[in-house]
């Protein structure tokens, strides 16, 4: 490079301003945290005066280049007079000022090594909630922040990894038509890009810093799930905070992304007869509430959603007072609390989203589909509408379901596989959700084997529940696998987070889960007999039959 | 707003931690019948693991009879000691117990988990189901006829579960890994009550026999109960049955399986990998991370992220006793069918060109050790993990000593591990399932084309005979 232009950086004394700028930034930005902490000013105070700081060094050096202190004021540098340049003198004065700035700055370093009690204004006490319930955990805590944000945490220090549950209330349940599947498909996005990072960013610097992440989406609620070791939790925040704050739809990753959602829709549902089968009988158990809609959304639906509707869905769903977020592992509850306050604390509530009134009509009659396909096994699956996740009656009925379809040993099992081989398999649950929804049944048929046979033997199954109720050695079993599996589900960090925001957003309390085994302990054979007798109906089926067409004569 | 300062942040926390991670404090002990137990106590729930093994597995499964193993394992549960099938399924259920067995490939599996407080009778289940099993001959041919059904379900729509059947089987041809651990809807038409009984006789007993326990227990009390009850149990009658190393393959060909009514392509590309006892392991997992072992994997970006041809693409390895398979798996709408082949493709040729640069290898490690203590969280895991240990002839060094491996990794030492290890484009064998019709012309340009209807009852590949790669050219 040209020696000449160098000495004539220096003669303007470039450099020296350079110094006394960076000097006398890192001085004042000290001070502006000092002052953000004592005086209470908000988080990004000492943030912007560093970003300024830094913002305006490149324009400090250009000034210091263009312009020259001269006795009759300021000018520009090759407007003066060579010969009566005070460069000299102005860069005395500098170095003087450096001097000075060190010497300061020195004194900061130690006030700030040695006072730090005196300079930091201690937090403001962390308010948690501590577990009122017998049987909750003590070390469990949870604290609402300002802008509604509810949080979480279990400490378990068996392992050196935290996870992480994000419960948004917002699923199927909060679509109609034109934007089914919308949830689903936002769930997506989530990863995909903020205004601060590039799509794809998010999951690379999670994954680099060691952790992973996954989320599913229901017909009520959006779960977003990240498992990390305890050294990536400041990254886990900001992750979370950039996306909750600052999701961005880059028109191009919309598009694309429209094509994953048809490829997972393909392969879960036209490829799999049961997904088929699955959507188009819930399609036909709900007249009117929006549980008839499929949580992945209709395909015509997924072509036409726009990037607006994306954006209005982020603004009402997703404001921090809709979310409730879960904490277990190896961390405390005093941590996540200053990172919550740092990271979250910022983010503005919403307005509540419009609450979803549909009640769907009591059925009247039983519905009934058949789907064509060319299949070598049939499939049956029967829809009864049932209630709420919170309502009483929830617990005897998932108690009830346990006896029926549980395991080798449970009644339709035995019946319907083992006795008369008739199905390679059976199930049943209960979608758990906020409004009434119901409770499902799934069998696989053998080859040859007519539906119909299967319908009549498994209606005789249930009507005998109905009638006649069931053992107590079963209320007993039920109750035992209730226990071992409460006990299974604590095993993992993982088991306890999704346990906690479930209780805590479906039924009004993480503090519930810990009823549970009293509440079990509860039932009595009678509740088991009154919730079959409430559900299982023939007008308040749906079946659907899934099989080929028929050709050659019957069996 | 927060862009700078966070940013900033986030690139400064990238600092390696290469946590260690260790196996808890076990006991092994070597019954004099055989029989290895190894013992973890772990009082962090009321519950108790059991995970038993038995060498052999679908190895021990005669010419032209897959699937005889698969059900034994599952007959062992239908009825043992003074039990009959019904009521010992209810002896489980009514304490709140799971118990289930499975054949795998070189072992057949037995997993219990039960309440504490049900131990014994856990063991009591267990060492019933081994010793006394009924083995009842209608109950056989419930099993069988079931087997079959679920076969042809699975061929109807379940084609996450067929394609690794298809892909060891037309990729191992001849080779023991070849077999379909479940068997075919032909091999189990073949099987006879007889077959299983033998089986029984000559494949399982304590001379190849893992227990495993991890849990909330007395490792005295246990370990006395586990004697008890296995310590005078005879040997299996026949030798152990071994597979043999087989090499990569060499030249590319092409299996298209025809589902006509499937709107997907579900396709595998692969080769021969590595044996479980791998000694460069950290380099591998490292690179398979890298390639396609998580979600910003080469393969995942390119085929999932960047252009939405597919909801997943991946790449794993099955690590056996001896060199298992090593492949790409996905899938895409039947019409990018060789849109998403090539890409892998081309993903598969950049990462043999390109390696695994300094920043991706970091972020790899890191990630590694950052999830490997979710695999050692509970009694089931850890039991799992001592029983597999014992299995493949390893030591506790496969975990203690992991993240000091991958922490060591260097590019170099990657790189030569991707060299030695995942095929190149001139050896691969392709497997595609989907409508045949739509893709027949265009993925011929793969290799030579082997075509089945999915409606075929066997899994086993008539390797076309005119077209069969030749073998003996070797390396």
Known sequence: MSTPFIAELSRRNVFKVAFV????????????????????????????????????????????????????????????????????????KLNASLAVLVVLAAVAMIADRLLPELAVVEPPPFVFDAPTGPNVPEEIRSFTLDNGLKIIVWPDHDIPNVVMYNFVRVGGRNEYPGITGLSHFFEHMMFNG?????????????????????????????????????????????????????????????????????????????????????????????????YRYPVLGWPSDIENWTVEDLEDFHRTYYAPNNCVMVFTGDVTPEEIYSLAEEFFAGIPAEDPPKAVTTVEPEQLGVRRLLIESPTQTPLLHIAFHAGRASDPETLAMNMLLEIIVGGDSSRLHRLLVEELEIATYVGAFHHEGFDPSTVYFYLGLRSGVDPARAESELFAALDAIVAEGVTEAELDKARNIMLADFWRAMATIDGKASALGDFEVFHGSYERLFDRSDAVDAVSTEDLRTAAADVFRINNATIGVLQAAAQEGKE | MKCLPVLGFVLLSFVAHAQSVTLPPSERVVLDNGVVLILNEKDDVPLVYIDLLIR?????????????????????????????????????????????????????????????????????LIADMLMRPALDADEFERLRARQIDVIRSAKDSDFGRLMPIYAEAFLFGDHAYAASVSGSESSLEAIRHQDVLDYYEQQVGADRMIVAVSGDFDAANMRASLEAAFGEW?????????????????????????KPDATQTYFWIGNVGVARSYPQRADLNLANTVFGGRFTSMLNTALRVESGLTYGARSRLSRNLKPGSLGISSYTETSSTVEAIDMALGVLATFHAEGVGEEMLESAKNYIMGQFPDNLETGSQLADTFAQIEFYGLDSGYIDGYGEAIAAATTESVAAVIDAVYPKEDDLVFVLLGNAEQIRESVQKYGPVTEVSITEPSFAIAQSLDESPDESSGD
């Open chain 1, 194 to 290: 903020s205004s601060n990072l590039e799509p794809g960013e998010f999951d690379r610097i999670m994954e680099a810093a060691g952790g992973a992440n996954n989320a599913y989406t229901s017909n009520d609620v959006t779960v977003y799930q990240d498992w990390f070791p305890k050294s990536a939790i400041r990254t886990i925040f900001e992750l979370e905070a950039d996306r909750l704050d600052n999701l961005a739809f880059d028109p191009d990753v919309v598009e694309s992304e429209r094509g994953v959602v048809q490829s997972e829709r393909r392969s879960s549902v036209d490829d799999d007869n049961s997904g088929l089968l699955y959507e188009q009988v819930m399609a036909s158990a709900y007249l009117a509430h929006p």
């Open chain 1, 21 to 92: 700028y960076i000097v006398g930034a890192a001085l004042l930005y000290w001070l502006a945290v000092v002052a953000g902490t004592q005086l209470e000013l908000p988080w990004w105070f000492p943030r912007l005066v560093g970003i300024l700081f830094v913002v305006g060094f490149v324009p400090a050096l250009i000034f210091a280049w263009v312009y020259e202190i001269t006795p009759y004021g300021l000018k520009k540098a090759v407007d003066v007079d060579q010969t009566q340049s005070i460069v000299f003198k102005t860069g005395q």
């Open chain 2, 56 to 124: 052999g597995g679908a190895l021990g499964d005669p010419d032209g009879k897959d699937g005889v193993s698969s059900l034994l394992a599952s007959l062992l549960e239908k009825g043992a000691g003074e039990r009959g099938s019904a009521e010992f399924a209810e002896t489980v259920a009514a304490v709140g117990g799971r118990l289930s067995t499975s054949a795998n490939r070189e072992n057949i599996n037995v997993w219990g988990n039960f309440l504490s407080r049900d131990t014994d009778l856990m063991i009591e």
């Open chain 2, 234 to 258: 005879r040997p299996a009658s026949a030798e152990l049955p071994q597979a043999e190393a087989t090499a990569p393959q060499v030249g590319t060909r092409v299996l298209l399986i025809d």
